[in-house]
């Protein structure tokens, strides 16, 4: 038995505890790549402080 | 365990977002100087004597900052999705070695996520860009991100069915994934609003730059993530067997 070939699976159930979590992560990419102040309620601001990101990430930018 | 990975997935991400965020600083940054200069030059000439000292929330100095800021957040997010799909794809899917695993996700992350977005609708600069169609083309980018995710699934479950070797368990798995993404790339509708005059060669060099920063991500986060998941499998190994020893 070798730990590093073998790596056992984690079960579905104790996955499953951690799946609110990816909401949370997706909020966060989306403030960051996408929302224009529909969420985050702060006008523009987050879209202009983000603005270069965007545009080099490769998100569509107004 | 997943607490371990998700921590990990959050840090490795923040630092190689940060090491994009770098690259993109470097090469990206000069193209969205000229393309945002081509802008002002053109809204000049639309309206002679209109003084375009229009109120500038962030001003490029900050939104140079902000680069880094959306950079490294976004690798944060990302890396935190990648740790969680990696801990489900852990002894299931996949290389067996930790690192040969993370390197496989993040190169596939990037082909489905990033690559096949791209080729279809193409990262623009500043001055190109319609801001009455943002909404419809935001949907659009997402629609195909879906599909490169949804084409990376049939692929691997296609791949999973074939039992006449590697070649054949390849080749099933690359023809599954292309496609639904060709079938996507032919049938979504086009999008295309370069302004007539803006420069070729400054285009080209944005969308190089956006994808290279992109690149750079997924490749420092594959590398990271995976040495760092090696060096834990190793030291997970080593304590065990010592402890066993004596028992």
Not at chain 2, 150 to 164: D, E, L, Q
Not at chain 2, 172 to 182: E, G, H, M, S
Request: glycine content about 10%; charged content about 10%.
């Amino acid at each position: 038995m070798s730990g590093l070939s073998t790596p056992s699976a984690i079960p579905f159930p104790r996955l499953r505890l951690w799946l609110p979590a990816v909401p949370v992560l997706l909020l966060i990419a989306y403030l960051v790549l996408m929302d224009n102040g529909a969420i985050s309620q702060t006008g523009a601001y987050l879209h202009e402080l983000m603005h270069d990101g965007r545009h080099l990430l490769g998100v569509p930018c107004h | 365990m997943v607490r371990t990975l998700l921590v990990r997935g959050l840090l490795v991400g923040l630092l190689a977002g940060l090491i994009a965020g770098g690259f993109a600083f470097a090469f990206g940054e000069p193209r969205v100087d000229s393309a945002i200069a081509l802008e002002e030059a053109h809204a000049a000439q639309e309206a002679p004597g209109h003084d375009h000292g229009e109120e500038e929330l962030v001003g490029r100095p900050g939104q140079k900052a902000g680069l880094f800021l959306a950079t490294g957040l976004y690798g944060v997010a990302a890396g935190g999705v990648f740790a969680l799909v990696y801990a489900g794809l852990r002894g299931r899917v996949g290389p067996r070695s930790p690192g040969g695993l993370a390197l496989a996700a993040a190169g596939t992350a990037f082909a489905a996520v990033i690559l096949v977005p791209f080729v279809k609708y193409p990262a623009n600069p500043p001055a190109v860009g319609d801001p009455d169609t943002i909404n419809s083309r935001t949907v659009l980018y997402v629609v195909m991100i879906l599909v490169g995710l949804a084409a990376t699934a049939i692929a691997v479950a296609t791949a999973r069915r074939v039992t006449a070797g590697p070649w054949a368990r390849w080749v099933a798995a690359v023809a599954a994934f292309l496609v639904p993404v060709i079938a996507a790339w032919a049938l979504l509708p086009t999008v295309d609003e370069v302004p007539a005059g803006f420069p070729a060669t400054l285009l080209w060099q944005f969308r190089l730059a956006s994808l290279g920063t992109q690149l750079v991500f997924w490749t420092a986060f594959g590398v990271l993530f995976g040495w760092v998941s090696d060096r834990a499998a190793r030291q997970a190994a080593a304590v065990p067997a010592t402890a066993a020893a004596p028992s």
